[in-house]
């Protein structure tokens, strides 16, 4: 299944560096979204965009930063985390308010 | 809000049946979604349910009652490679499509 495919699949960062996730779905969808999953926790829902524009913001920190530049491309800029921030980043996407498809994840390790 | 519980882990034996129960409590409910995930992969779209009642799909199956806020996902003939973490998330009547998952149930599947 490549339908939402994520890049890095795993990475480390310090506490002060910058890096950035990527997301791209090839379903042809509109609507994008990014998911924290940490051990024993329900999926969290971060950042919603629909047709481009972000429709929810779940409250979340303010060194996590998305971009989606077009439909098919979804990042999320990461400055300054935390240890706590280390978890599975999980893209999905979908057609409206349809099923949503999701990426295999990032595996962020902030030391 | 929202609560959605699910078992934290269940065993069974191989070809045997098993079921897999959902309980929720939402402030408005539009439609009821199992995943299956295996370990360090993408959680995978198994079943849909919106009326109540019972939606087969193969050696799957998932039953909602909306009334008693309960679903449950029923697996038959039990194979090996059916050992993942199967997650129940509930989407809400308001929000951008927003869904609100359990913690998961990992399934161990035993010759």
């Known amino acids: 299944e490549t339908g939402v495919t994520q890049t890095p699949r795993h990475l480390v960062m310090g506490m002060t560096n910058k890096k950035s996730l990527k997301c791209e779905q090839h379903?042809?969808?509109?609507?994008m979204y990014w998911y924290k999953q940490s051990a024993k926790k329900p999926l969290e829902l971060m950042f919603v965009?629909?047709?481009?524009?972000?429709?929810e913001n779940n409250s979340v920190p303010s060194r996590f930063s998305p971009e989606c530049p077009n439909s098919s491309h979804l990042f999320l800029h990461l400055h300054t985390l935390q240890p706590e921030d280390s978890a599975l980043y999980l893209c999905?996407?979908?057609?409206?308010?349809?099923?949503?498809?999701f990426g295999p994840g990032t595996r962020l390790l902030v030391l | 809000g929202q609560n959605i519980d699910q078992p934290t882990e269940m065993t069974a034996t191989e070809g045997a049946i098993v079921q897999i129960n959902c309980t929720y409590q939402?402030?408005?409910?539009?439609?009821l979604f199992w995943y299956q995930q295996h370990a360090g992969e993408a959680p995978t779209f198994l079943s849909y349910n919106v009326l109540d009642g019972l939606e087969e799909k193969g050696r799957f199956s998932s039953f909602l009652s909306r009334s008693k806020g309960y679903s449950y996902l029923l697996l038959k003939e039990l194979q090996m490679k059916d050992s993942a973490s199967y997650l129940c998330a509930v989407r809400a009547l308001t929000g951008a499509n927003n869904l609100f998952f359990g913690t998961g149930t990992r399934l161990t599947v035993i010759p």
């Open positions: 999905a996407s979908s057609q409206d308010s349809g099923t949503q498809y």
């Open positions: 939402t402030s408005g409910f539009n439609g």
């Open positions: 965009y629909s047709l481009e524009e972000r429709v």
């Open positions: 379903l042809g969808h509109n609507a």
